[in-house]
């Protein structure tokens, strides 16, 4: 295994400098051939983050020493979510112990979890006043429950300070943490949302560290647990998979009694990332979105810039209106 002790230094995390540098967010990256990071369509073209308000979002983030994974991922809307004071907190640390071949957030071996984390993202929520938080994190191989008990801990303090707002969490997939997930799912969040990613023919080469029929058994075990939660999954696209393995994957979804699914474009962070396949015309997203509401889905949001907290707000609101209007459909 490669020297990651550089790693540790986490000034490195919040100069947005450093996004540029694979070489230090990504060291199990380094020996891989560059790919060619391709012109974006115009569809995809997004404006440059000027707001005060964005501004006003980043400093109250590091004055409460926040990580989000709008920056760690570099997410094309962060100008847009940021201006509405809407930032998505990343928790338990900004060092990953996974190496997924599209994602931008750093790999390495994690620090110790920040115990006032918890109070610090229920304080960031009410001085936002934010009617809907979305809630994720790295993936935490190095601890016993994968962070399970973290979560649980940040979704009661958000609770007692904000206990109108609603709450959204965006998990990893807790493999070989027995008990994790339950433990999870007994803080009720209104929302259990865990990213399916890709089809399961690309998983080997885009998401090596995980297993699909985990991550699918994952959301269905949610619903055993408790039939009411919403749940959320999401998948990329333009990574090399076909139409057919897509329509697949919302099968699959559907059999495990996932409300909402996410499709948007997948976007190169580095010459070192996954190559971008093709772009995704909006036509297509359009038939894709169409195709998923007549599988049975509550909420569809697919776009070129779909991402899984994208206007999650607005969307748990349309979500929660769908399932009212459905049992009220069923009861006529």
């Not at 983050?49 to 760690?72: F, G, H, I, Q, W």
């Not at 027995?178 to 999870?184: C, D």
């Not at 995704?280 to 569809?300: C, I, Q, R």
Request: net charge neutral; charged share 30%.
């Amino acid at each position: 295994m490669q020297d990651r002790e550089h790693l540790k230094d986490p000034d490195r995390l919040k100069d947005p400098d450093r996004l540029k540098d694979p070489a230090r967010r990504h060291p199990e990256k380094a020996h891989r051939p560059d790919n060619p990071i391709q012109r974006k369509p115009d569809w995809i073209r997004v404006k440059a983050p000027v707001s005060p308000a964005y501004n006003e979002t980043r400093r109250l983030m590091r004055e409460l020493d926040l990580t989000t994974v709008c920056e760690e991922a570099g997410c094309p809307n962060i100008g847009e979510c940021w201006a509405k004071k809407h930032a998505t907190v990343m928790i338990m640390g900004a060092i990953c112990t996974r190496a997924c071949a599209f994602c931008n957030v750093a790999t390495g071996r994690p620090f110790a979890l920040d115990p006032l984390e918890p109070e610090h993202v229920a304080t960031m929520v009410a001085h936002t006043g934010l009617q809907h938080v979305v809630i994720t994190s790295v993936d935490r191989d190095d601890l016993e429950d994968g962070g399970a008990a973290h979560f649980v801990r940040t979704i009661e303090a958000v609770r007692r300070e904000s206990p109108d707002t609603t709450i959204e969490i965006l998990t990893p997939d807790f493999m070989r943490k027995p008990g994790a997930l339950e433990k999870v799912v007994e803080a009720r969040p209104d929302v259990f949302n865990h990213n399916l990613e890709t089809v399961p023919r690309l998983y080997p080469s885009i998401r090596p560290g995980a297993r699909y029929f985990h991550s699918l058994r994952l959301l269905a075990r949610v619903k055993e647990l408790d039939p009411g939660m919403f749940t959320k999954s999401g998948i990329m696209v333009g990574l090399g998979e076909d139409k057919g393995e897509v329509g697949q994957v919302m099968d699959d979804m559907r059999s495990a009694e996932i409300d909402f699914i996410t499709i948007g474009q997948y976007l190169q962070p580095t010459r070192k990332h996954a190559a971008i396949d093709r772009f995704v015309t909006p036509e297509e997203f359009g038939a894709y979105e169409k195709s998923a509401y007549a599988k049975g889905f509550l909420m569809v949001s697919a776009s070129p810039l779909t991402r899984s907290s994208h206007h999650a707000g607005e969307d748990f609101a349309r979500l929660r209106a769908a399932r009212q209007a459905r049992l009220a459909a069923a009861a006529e």
